[in-house]
């Protein structure tokens, strides 16, 4: 368990994070102050790309790293794009050009083109398409996606404190031991059963029902931690501890891990179920 000193840190930076995080999502509707969110998201979208290069590089990997920020900042913002009135199917296309344009980049160079393509792609699709969804959950034409978003956000997060802190308080058999040698199997389902009365809270203001939002708090409280578990892999393989050095957060990738494979699901929800 962390030391006093460094859980109030983190708690105040944590706090500091959300009133920002609150701020923008209530004033992203406001004309102008869309496109500070849409920079603001993308924003954090290269920081994240830059971590993800750091575990590449331990690694022996060489992408195109500028190429990749670029690439990834398009993603992002092609689905803001979408709601100023471009085709829905822009993201794809944009990940497809950006796909071309990694396999051009390298046809001077030959040598470790394999590996580099792979972690590049990979990269782009872990990282760009699951942050550009953030907004096009929170700009969806056919609901406020101010609300949505605050559930993604709310139910993936309570899912990692509630996993933190009983596992903590209970927790006695180890999850996954060789990657998260912390977590453990007592935590995970205190982190399950805070997503569900997250989700149930949460769903007076959604108009959720009951299957609603039990079967979204259900997968959103697994596959989150799933989340946590794949980017804690990635920092293992690269023998790294955390994704950044940003006192009291760690690093963008860190804060994020959980939220890159929730995004999708409340997203496609939202598209094609909901």
């Known amino acids: 368990m962390l030391s006093r000193t460094e859980l109030f840190r983190r708690l105040g930076v944590s706090s500091i994070v959300i009133a920002v995080v609150i701020g923008l999502i209530s004033l ?43 690439l990834t900042v398009c993603e992002v913002l092609s689905f803001f794009a979408v709601s100023l009135g471009a085709s829905t199917s822009l993201p794809s296309v944009v990940f497809f050009i950006g796909f071309l344009v990694m396999f051009a980049l390298h046809f001077r160079q030959k040598d470790g083109a394999v590996v580099d393509l792979a972690v590049s792609a990979f990269g782009l699709l872990y990282i760009a398409v699951p942050v550009g969804m953030f907004l096009g959950i929170l700009y969806l034409p056919s609901v406020d996606g101010r609300w949505w978003l605050g559930y993604l956000l709310v139910v993936t997060k309570i899912t990692d404190i509630g996993a933190y802190f009983g596992g903590s308080l209970w927790g006695k058999r180890k999850l996954a031991p060789t990657i998260s040698p912390k977590k453990t199997v007592e935590g995970a389902v205190c982190g399950l059963v805070c997503a569900l009365a997250a989700s149930f809270v949460c769903s007076p203001v959604l108009g959720l029902s009951f299957a609603e939002w039990f079967f979204l708090g259900l997968i959103l ?28 957060l760690g ?12 995004a999708p699901i409340v997203y496609f929800y939202l598209q094609y179920i909901r």
Do not use: C
């Open 28 to 70: 992203a509707h406001v004309s102008w102050f869309q496109f500070l969110v849409a920079a603001v998201v993308a924003g954090l979208s290269a920081i994240a790309v830059w971590e993800y290069d750091q575990f590449a590089k331990a690694k022996g990997g060489q992408m195109i790293f500028p190429a990749l920020v670029v």
């Open 221 to 248: 409280g697994i596959v989150g931690q799933f989340g946590d578990l794949s980017e804690s892999l990635l920092k293992r393989d690269a023998n790294k501890k955390d994704s950044n050095a940003l006192p009291g």
């Open 251 to 262: 690093g963008v990738l860190d804060a994020l891990d959980s939220l890159l494979f929730n």
